[in-house]
Structure formats: structure tokens, C-alpha cells
């Protein structure tokens, strides 16, 4: 039986048992399920088809026995010749001088080394007696712990698939094999293990990423559905026309991006289901006019709107552009730690009865002494800023408020669809028409001294400049430009002509509001930073960024880093100062000189960095797949999460014989505490 224990296979002592359960392997299911890392694959080609420098297979007879070469101390050099295809290629072997007793003239052998196209010559590295038995052999490749080796684990499986096999059972209803004409559950294990051949492998890893991403997703639309049943929320009515009247007073016209996103985000408010939603869209896409507009609706509807954000800089600047679009429509207040006294107990009563219709602030919201009367639209910019304890606090101060989440990191749909599935998603991928490009260049330490005077330059036009260093001190571990060394060595460059600050996470909270401050008032030309200022300091004056060591920085961070510029009406410059050594390195370089689109950026950065470190592997809430990839598997996905939208919303699991199987695997499969 496959919940049998390991010990039960032949071979399992002690020993190997322990080496087992450290890698989680503790029934046959389990081992049978423990698949490849990789495969060796040994494809027999012709000769003419043969590339140089490769490494290659080939299989001949031995027309002349070899002869021996020694040279310096216990070095040889074995020479031979075969016969492939009717020509004679030359083979060579360093210091195996024992395989020239097995190497007899009209002798088979097949030979695996590196191909000298010009020479016809194979410089050997592993051979073997006789002829492959097919055209292309494939060894699997398990990853292993402790003594226990990767052919130990293949000879276990190769027993357990043997006695078990026909204990595998089918979870997938027989129309979706028909349909998707993918093997059954018992032969993709067999070829996943032992596949004969390249179709074999291909399809048997093809069933296994479609039954595990569809699991994943059913997973992710039942509690999808959990959430809506226990989140019944309630309808808003607002005046439509009205709604329409306030957009069209608006000093910009919206792109097609902005009215899409806006048309969901409205059809939520107005269905009596609570909206969970995200928006994302790139810097400057214009989120927060979205969000301007749902929180008039909201507030049209004759309830309140509660908008969040990270910083108290950012909820002023919220705070300020709100304001000028509402003009005296609406009362707006500004609840942040700084507003105390006589000041915040009006503010608080103003909430509590109403006079005020939409307040803007930080955390300060999510504090017991903060009572809406009647909270209908939360908005909460930069969400994975907070916690999820957080998040729920202000969630619950309304009965069953709207919530949409706002990000300006954008994130790839297939990355979106997994840690995001339980929300719905709407997407700014357009920017606004005029808007300059932010011009962006890769520099060498040579070119340093004309880039510092290049910002010179510009300073002296009454602008300004971020040079942002990745450490805030020096670290022992890296020889990386820290942000400490870098504020001095700049004030003994520049001298007394340039007023410069600093800014980094380790200073007191209102220290970095007051160097903010300073910087956006221009009273500081230069601002030294690390990556604190990421996130939504809003300084129009400001139009080149320097970037250190840019290569320590992933793709989508250095494009958040390079949107704090370009967001005044003059031309804006990034300059990335990198010198990469490995090819990842330079490449992430070169994208980031030729594209401003954060989408594309973030699908790159996806490729490049893989999908736990886009996020951060400890928040990034995404599923350990055993076959799936989330890169290169994203069609399978979206495939996955339509069959599961369907399963979920004909209840197929509830009364469908074809789908008992599946339903039973879904009550034991488990990928995160998130989605459990």
C-alpha cells in the first residue's frame, strides 16, 4: 500500500531510513512522489550534425588498438581511432591507461567527451562497452541528504514501482486526460522516473504541473468563496451621473488602463459581496486618481473613506492631491502620530460622528480610539508594507468595509494569480500621455567624476538629485559603497557649493521626516540614501538618480528606485554604477538601460531571480511546487485556474462521481499555512 512506511522496501535499514526522513520521505507515496532534480540526457546524433566544442555521444568500433603516451609524473595520454558513420574519428583519453586492455580492435564502444569538429576528434571523459540501447538514454537525478546517494534512492523507487504501481490511484476525472491528452497518474509517475524517452519525460512532467497548479488553485477559489460567504458586505449607491460629472471635471483625462480598472473596482462596490481587491499599476499610472474617484463614490453613497498609507510624508502628500481634486467637496482630515492635542480629539469626534467624510493617515487609523460611524471604502496604498494583523484591524472598524490594496510594484500575472488568488486583481499598465521617459544609463567607475559634475550641472539649473548607496555602514563581507563613506567622501567633493543630506532606515523616525522635508523644500540639493526612499516620496524637482553598486539591486528595485524621478515636467536621468561580474549581473543592466515598463521588468526579474526571491522568500506567501514552475509554467496556470474557477463554481466536488478522487486529494494536499 503507498501509506505503507519505507522500512517495508527491501534494503531499508536504520540508517537509511533516518537519511529518508530527512528529506521528508517516510511512506512509499512519498518516495514515489520524491521526483528528479534533473536528468542526464545521452542523445546519439550524427556525425555532420555534431557541434563544435559540445559535449556529444557517440558510438563506433575500434579499428586500431590504442596506444599509450606518458608524460610528467603519472600523467598518460591513451589514443585510439573509431569508425562512425564510414569516417574515422580520432579519440583521446587523459590517464586511463586501464582502459586500454577493454579497447580491442573491433571492439563497440560509445564514447561521451568534448567534440573537436576540425580535427574529427572526441576528447573522452566517460565510455562505455557496446551500444547505447535506444537513441537517447535518460538517468534521473535525485536531490539527496545525509549518506544516501542519488542511484540508492533510484534503485528504492524502481522497487516501490515495481510492488505499488498498481496502487496508484487516478485523481483527475477521465474527460480532463481525454482533454488536455496527458497520461494517467500511475504511467506519468513511471516516466517521470524512467522515462524511455524525451516524450516520455515531456508528458509525464506535464501532468504533474496541471494536477499540481490545478490543486493549488482550487485551493485558492474555495477559500475564495469562504471569504465571500462569512464577508457579506453591502451594496453602495451612488449617483452615477454624478460620479461620471466629478471624473469629467478632472484637469487630466484617464488612460483606457485607469477606466478599466475603475469600471471593477465600482461593480464591486456596488455588489452586496465585500470587495477584496488589488490594484496595481506602475509608478505613475495614476493609482491614486483611481482611488480618488472610488473614495467620491464611497462618499456619494453617504458612507466614510479611509485611505492608508506608510509614511506621514506620504499621507500629506495624499493628503495635499486629494484635497485640490475634492476642492471644498468633501471634509478631509489628516490623522497621523504628529496631530495631537485639541487638534486630533476633533478629528476623532469628527470621524466618530460623521462631519468628517474621508480621512487620509498611517497606522494612527488602525488605533482603538479611531471609531467610524459608517466606514464603507478602505484604501491601503503600498499593502504589503503592512502587516496582515494590521490590515485586519482596520478592516474590522467598518461593518464589512470595501478594501482595495494599492501597489506600485508591479508584479507579474503569474506571480499575481498564485500569492494574490484569493483577491480579485486590477491592473494599471499604461502610463499617462506626455509623460517623459526617464533616461537611463550604465556607468563604469572611470565615468564617475563626469557624472558627480554632470549633477553639478543640473543642481545648478535649480534642480535636484538622489544618489542612493545599497549599506548603510561598512560591512566586513562587502567592499560595497556604504551610504556613511559615501555622504563624506561627496561634502569633501562637492564642498561647501552643495547642501547635502542623508537618509537611511536606522535613523529615528522623525529625523528622516525632517531630511525628507528639507529635500522636498530643496533646501537640500543632494540626498544620500539607501532604499528607504523606495516608496512614495513624491519630489518633482527631482531629476537624477545615482545609483551605487547597482548590480547588489534586483530588476523591479531598481525600477521603484529610479521612479522617485521623472515626476516633474523636466527630462530625468538614472545612472546605474555597476560593475557586474557574472552574466546575470549584465544582463539585468542591459534591460534596465532599455525599458521603462515596470511589467516587463518584473517578468524579467521573474526569469532571472525565480519567484521566491522576487518577493523575498520569507514573505513571499508562494507555494513550494515539486514539478511546477511558476516561470516557465505559466500557461498551464492560467489553464489550471479556469478548470478550477469552473470546478468550484458548478460544485463539481460536491456531486460528481468523476471528481471524488480529486475532492479526497484536495482534503490531504497542503501548500502553505496562507492557504490552509
Not at 467620491?296 to 479611509?306: L, P
Not at 537640500?524 to 532604499?531: H, S
Not at 532571472?608 to 513571499?620: E, Y
Request: overall charge neutral; charged content about 30%; glycine content about 6%.
Amino acid at each position: 500500500m503507498l501509506s505503507d512506511s519505507v522500512v517495508t522496501l527491501k534494503g531499508v535499514g536504520e540508517k537509511v531510513k533516518e537519511d529518508l526522513h530527512h528529506m521528508d520521505i517516510y511512506s512509499i507515496e512519498d518516495l514515489l512522489e520524491h521526483f528528479p532534480f534533473r536528468y542526464d540526457v545521452v542523445e546519439l546524433k550524427p556525425l555532420h550534425e555534431l557541434i563544435h566544442d559540445d559535449q556529444v555521444t557517440i558510438t563506433g568500433e575500434v579499428i586500431y588498438p590504442p596506444t599509450v603516451t606518458y608524460y610528467g609524473r603519472k600523467k598518460s595520454r591513451l589514443q585510439f581511432n573509431v569508425q562512425v558513420d564510414q569516417v574515422t574519428v580520432k579519440a583521446v583519453m587523459f590517464n586511463r591507461t586501464f582502459a586500454k586492455k577493454h579497447l580491442n580492435k573491433g571492439t563497440t564502444v560509445t564514447l561521451t567527451g568534448k567534440w573537436d569538429a576540425h580535427r574529427l576528434q572526441i576528447t573522452v571523459n566517460h565510455y562505455q562497452l557496446g551500444e547505447l540501447n535506444k537513441d537517447v538514454a535518460i538517468k534521473a537525478i535525485y536531490s539527496v541528504k545525509g549518506s544516501i546517494t542519488s542511484g540508492r534512492i533510484a534503485s528504492l523507487i524502481n522497487q516501490a514501482l515495481k510492488e505499488n504501481d498498481h496502487f496508484i490511484k487516478e485523481i483527475l476525472p477521465p474527460s480532463y486526460l481525454q482533454k488536455y491528452k496527458i497520461p494517467s497518474r500511475s504511467e506519468a509517475i513511471r516516466w517521470i522516473h524512467r522515462p524511455e524517452n524525451q516524450n516520455q519525460l515531456k508528458h509525464g512532467r506535464r501532468r504533474f504541473v496541471y494536477e499540481e497548479l490545478l490543486l493549488f488553485q482550487l485551493k485558492m477559489h474555495l477559500l475564495k468563496q469562504r471569504t465571500q460567504l462569512t464577508n457579506q458586505g453591502f451594496e453602495q449607491r451612488f449617483d452615477e451621473k454624478k460620479v461620471t460629472s466629478f471624473i469629467n471635471k478632472m484637469p487630466f483625462k484617464l488612460t483606457e488602463a485607469q477606466e478599466a480598472s475603475l469600471v471593477e473596482i465600482l461593480a464591486d462596490m456596488k455588489a452586496p459581496i465585500q470587495m477584496n481587491r488589488l490594484l496595481q499599476g506602475d509608478v505613475g499610472s495614476g493609482k491614486t486618481a483611481v482611488a480618488s474617484i472610488c473614495l467620491y463614490a464611497t462618499i456619494n453613497a453617504n458612507f466614510q473613506g479611509a485611505f492608508m498609507v506608510p509614511t506621514e510624508i506620504l499621507a500629506e502628500q495624499h493628503y495635499d492631491s486629494i484635497k485640490e481634486i475634492f476642492g471644498r467637496e468633501i471634509n478631509i482630515a489628516l490623522l497621523t502620530s504628529s496631530v495631537k492635542g485639541k487638534k486630533r480629539k476633533e478629528i476623532l469626534e469628527g470621524i466618530k460622528q460623521h462631519d468628517i467624510n474621508l480621512v487620509i493617515g498611517t497606522h494612527s487609523l488602525i488605533q482603538e480610539e479611531v471609531v467610524f460611524h459608517r466606514l464603507g471604502l478602505v484604501i491601503i496604498d503600498e499593502q504589503h508594507r503592512f502587516g496582515v494583523e494590521q490590515r485586519k484591524a482596520l478592516r474590522e472598524k467598518g461593518l464589512q468595509p470595501d478594501v482595495l490594496f494599492m501597489t506600485a510594484t508591479p508584479i507579474p500575472r503569474t506571480l499575481a494569480i498564485t500569492a494574490f488568488g484569493d483577491m480579485d486583481i486590477s491592473v494599471i499598465d499604461q502610463l499617462p500621455i506626455g509623460r517623459k521617459e526617464v533616461e537611463t544609463y550604465w556607468i563604469k567607475e572611470n565615468m564617475l567624476t563626469r557624472v558627480l559634475e554632470f549633477i553639478k550641472q543640473r543642481v545648478d539649473a535649480g534642480e535636484q538629485a538622489y544618489i542612493v548607496s545599497p549599506l548603510i555602514e561598512e560591512s566586513e563581507a562587502f567592499d560595497y559603497q556604504n551610504a556613511i563613506d559615501l555622504f563624506y567622501k561627496l561634502q569633501d567633493y562637492y564642498g561647501e557649493e552643495l547642501k547635502i543630506g542623508l537618509l537611511h532606515g536606522k535613523l529615528p523616525a522623525n529625523e528622516k521626516e525632517s531630511i525628507m522635508k528639507q529635500f522636498m523644500r530643496n533646501d537640500l540639493q543632494i540626498l544620500v540614501a539607501t532604499t528607504v526612499i523606495e516608496v512614495g516620496v513624491n519630489v518633482p524637482n527631482a531629476t537624477v538618480m545615482l545609483i551605487y553598486d547597482a548590480e547588489r539591486f534586483g530588476l523591479s528595485q531598481l525600477h521603484q528606485l529610479r521612479g522617485r524621478v521623472g515626476r516633474g515636467d523636466r527630462q530625468s536621468y538614472c545612472i546605474l554604477l555597476a560593475d557586474p561580474k557574472g552574466e546575470i549581473g549584465k544582463e539585468r543592466m542591459r534591460i534596465m538601460t532599455e525599458t521603462t515598463d515596470g511589467f516587463r521588468l518584473a517578468e524579467e526579474d521573474l526569469k532571472l531571480r525565480g519567484p521566491g526571491d522576487f518577493f523575498g522568500k520569507k514573505q513571499s506567501g508562494l507555494p513550494e511546487f515539486k514539478v511546477a514552475d511558476l516561470v516557465h509554467d505559466y500557461r498551464a496556470l492560467e489553464v489550471a485556474r479556469n478548470d478550477a474557477k469552473d470546478i468550484v463554481e458548478r460544485k463539481l466536488l460536491e456531486n460528481n462521481l468523476d471528481f471524488k478522487q480529486l475532492k479526497e486529494q484536495l482534503e490531504e494536499v497542503s501548500f502553505d499555512q496562507r492557504f490552509d
